[in-house]
T-cell receptor, first 113, second 111 residues
Framework: EPEVTQTPSHQVTQMGQEVILRCVPI?????FYWYRQILGQKVEFLVSFYNNEISEKSEIFDDQFSVERPDGSNFTLKIRSTKLEDSAMYFC???????????FGQGTRLTVV | GEDVEQSLFLSVREGDSSVINCTYT??????LYWYKQEPGAGLQLLTY?????DMKQDQRLTVLLNKKDKHLSLRIADTQTGDSAIYFC???????????FGSGTKLNVKP
């Protein structure tokens, strides 16, 4: 069964460093998303992406964050100058069309120390 | 913004039915979802319901939607130990651009 895959599963980084979280969406999907879940809090929307551009982004998704689809298969989230409060589980998701089914990856746990 | 609320914990015995509840505030919600998260795994889509429906059944899962009260429930019949997980309620608006999630209900199934 096709699935969304994310790498790495766990990343530890020093405060101030840049990290890139990688996702391989399901191959025929066109809509891509990033969400995050800070420990003990709700899963929060970060950004949606379609046709090589951002469709919508939340207030969390400021200039520190960027997304890219560098080739036909990967979808990346870059976090510049990481802060302690960026520590969270980051989920990538994709859908074939705009709704209703969105499929999530297993997440990347980012720990900023 | 939209708010989705769930109780945090539910404990049941194997073989019993589980009912996980969710309330939401956004009256323009188009679809409502249940996702399951097992330890160390991602969010697995279990089922979803369109807002003009009031019930959907899929094998052991029954989703009930009370749109007037903005209340969604997931009933798992004959709950098994393998059903132990965190269950997330989520909703989305007409453009499906983003999902709003609840905090998740941790279901513990005792043998």
């Amino acid at each position: 069964e096709p699935e969304v895959t994310q790498t790495p599963s766990h990343q530890v980084t020093q405060m101030g460093q840049e990290v890139i979280l990688r996702c391989v969406p399901i191959s025929n999907h066109l809509y891509f998303y990033w969400y995050r879940q800070i420990l003990g809090q709700k899963v929060e929307f970060l950004v949606s992406f379609y046709n090589n551009e951002i469709s919508e982004k939340s207030e969390i998704f400021d200039d520190q964050f960027s997304v890219e689809r560098p080739d036909g298969s990967n979808f990346t989230l870059k976090i510049r100058s990481t802060k302690l409060e960026d520590s969270a589980m980051y989920f990538c998701a994709s859908s074939e069309q705009t709704g209703p089914e969105a499929f999530f990856g297993q997440g990347t746990r980012l720990t900023v120390v | 913004g939209e708010d989705v609320e769930q109780s945090l914990f539910l404990s049941v015995r194997e073989g019993d039915s589980s009912v996980i509840n969710c309330t939401y505030t956004d009256s323009s919600s188009t679809y409502l979802y249940w996702y399951k998260q097992e330890p160390g795994a991602g969010l697995q889509l279990l089922t979803y319901i369109f807002s003009n429906m009031d019930m959907k059944q899929d094998q052991r899962l029954t989703v009930l939607l009370n749109k007037k009260d903005k209340h969604l429930s997931l009933r798992i019949a004959d709950t098994q130990t393998g059903d132990s997980a965190i269950y997330f309620c989520a909703e989305t608006e007409y453009n499906f651009n983003k999902f709003y999630f609840g905090s998740g209900t941790k279901l513990n199934v005792k043998p």
